[in-house]
């Protein structure tokens, strides 16, 4: 069975909106109303095995921390070394699967989820994760769903990419190898697509994994991996384990088979990783690729020609989705002076109206933060900037009774170099200096040098020129650069994403160029009729 197979033409999969009496809202709130009366059991996979350890830990809506949906079963050491015994035991098979093969399952489990699946991994995600129902909708359904499809659409356009020029007598052609060894995969707990797209996307490409979700994402992750063995992923080709960062790390990374990290989650532990990895680099039989997304203190930048209106949608949309834990999500902005009254009293306008609470109640915009550690940090960051004395704008206030509760909070800084507007907090915290208008091109240089970090930022003006000057001027820092929107939202097949600097490699997800660091090319060349004789023209007498 041989043939130069074109996939399914990829198209981004179209986003409910779940407006009141329509069916999709119907299907939602009855997942969601079976998901809170069940308790899941989850446990690790490894080969074809369901590893149930009997160490357990409860799993909580962060809205609802009295109400148990599920528990997980902890791993160990050993439990990290049978995942990696059982990846490289799968990977004879799975780098030799013709890459048609490999597509078609990872294309059937793309149709699952956009069907059979849909609800399930959208009301996972809104329970452990305390999404709204856009927000799981934009994330755990569609952006998964377009990683898979346009992912399988690039290795068919990687594989197709070969030499142009043959000399007579010759054929050179590429050949695009799994790596040697096998891939870790590092998930985060804000995006469900993420969590899918990370070990997938090294396995489409021939490779093995093992997967290392954040034990906040293990409600969905443990769905992600159910559904990726329904739509025919072999045993072992994905391994999903729920051990400490220190023990899976120390057994991955002293492994001479170990070929790759695929990470996303702070700056700091993938720069421990990166330095043991280096630490270790005489231990490996190849150098390991290192591909990571780390964070970002997020930037929007007002001219004073911006449209004011559109400023306001896109200050709190971009600050405060998904509570501000987007590592895309505005954390910072710059509003001249001419232009902040108007802009002030329409946030407090609008602010107003937005209402806190469950991801159940659909009339709830923002929802709970992740956890006791996450709602600690930030509000440890709001009561800081009280006592020194900074404007709160509006919000301010927190709850944890119940759930992981924060209000949307804008604080006013009276320096440019405030603590707030210069470390990644990862809350729904928007901190905003007002500069003066004559200040345009200084701004520059504060927004370019505050923070460490360059994933995403936006800059909202009318005046062409003041655009031209910004995209140029900021061109290191922000790897996704929005202008007159919010720096997130970043959709696969448009905008792939990913940042520099302390932000990570930038080796944008949704994008070729993030599955290329799973391959290893080799090249062939053939010679039909080579020479016989070792003398060149140039040795002959005259």
């Not at 709130?29 to 080969?47: C, D, T, W």
């Not at 990726?228 to 990374?253: R, T």
């Not at 109206?353 to 923002?366: A, L, Q, R, S």
């Not at 933060?369 to 900037?385: C, L, M, P, S």
């Amino acid at each position: 069975m041989n043939g130069f197979f074109k996939i399914p033409t990829a198209k981004n999969e179209p986003v409910y909106d779940y407006a009141p009496q329509t069916i999709h809202r119907k299907k939602l709130k009855a997942q969601l109303e079976q998901f809170r009366s069940e308790v899941h059991n989850i446990p690790m996979y490894i080969g074809g095995e369901e590893v149930r350890t009997g160490i357990i830990k409860p799993i909580s809506p962060p809205h609802d921390i009295h109400h148990k949906i599920g528990e997980f079963h902890i791993g160990t050491v050993e439990h990290a070394q049978k995942a990696i015994d059982a990846a490289l035991a799968a990977k004879p098979a799975w780098e030799a699967m013709p890459w048609e093969q490999r597509a078609a399952i990872f294309l059937k489990a793309a149709d699952l989820f956009s069907t059979k699946y849909r609800y399930h991994i959208n009301a996972a995600t809104m329970l452990a994760q305390s999404k709204n129902a856009y927000q799981a909708e934009i994330d755990a359904a569609c952006e998964l769903i377009d990683f898979l499809r346009f992912n399988v659409q690039y290795m068919s356009e990687i594989y197709s990419e070969q030499p142009g020029e043959n000399s007579p007598g010759i054929w050179n052609r590429l050949e695009y190898r799994a790596l040697e060894g096998f891939v870790l995969a590092v998930t985060p707990f804000n995006f469900t697509a993420i969590a899918g797209n990370l070990p997938t996307s090294a396995a489409l490409m021939g490779n093995v994994v093992v997967w290392k979700p954040a034990n906040t994402q293990i409600y969905s992750a443990n769905m992600l991996m159910r559904v990726f063995k329904e739509a025919g992923l072999p045993d072992g080709v994905i391994n999903l384990v729920y051990v400490d960062g220190p023990s899976i790390g120390e057994v991955v990374f002293n492994h001479p088979e170990f070929a790759g990290l695929h990470f996303t989650g702070s700056t700091g532990v993938f720069r421990h990783m990166w330095k043991t990895i280096g630490n270790n680099i005489a231990k490996y039989k190849s150098y390991p690729r290192i591909v990571g997304e780390t964070g970002g203190k997020d930037f929007i930048l007002a001219h004073n020609s911006a449209d004011k209106d559109v400023l306001v949608a896109a200050i709190i949309r971009g600050a405060f989705e998904f509570q501000g834990q987007k590592c895309s999500a505005a954390s910072r902005a710059y509003i001249p002076q001419s232009i902040w009254p108007y802009v002030k009293e329409r946030l407090q306008t609008e602010m107003k109206t937005i209402k806190v609470g469950p991801t159940e109640d659909f009339g709830n915009f923002v929802n709970a933060v992740i956890d006791e550690k996450a709602f600690d940090k930030i509000t440890g960051y709001i009561q800081q900037a009280k006592a020194d004395g900074m404007e709160i704008v509006f919000g301010g206030n927190s709850d944890k009774s119940n759930g992981y509760f924060i209000d949307p909070t804008i604080i006013l800084a009276n320096s440019p170099t405030y603590k707030t507007m210069c470390e990644e907090i990862f809350g729904p915290v928007l901190t905003i200096f007002v500069y003066e208008d004559a200040e345009w091109t200084n701004m520059f240089k504060v927004v370019d040098s505050t923070s460490e970090y360059a994933l995403t930022g936006a800059v909202l003006a009318q005046d062409r020129q003041a655009i031209a000057d910004a995209t140029w001027a900021l061109r290191h820092s922000a790897g996704n650069f929005y202008i007159n929107d919010k720096p997130t939202g970043a959709v696969v097949g448009q905008q792939p994403f990913g940042g520099g600097r302390g932000s990570g490699t930038n080796d944008k997800a949704g994008a070729k160029v993030n599955l290329l660091r799973w391959t290893s090319q080799r090249t062939i060349k053939e010679t039909f009729n080579p020479p016989t004789d070792y003398r060149y023209p140039f040795l002959l007498a005259d």
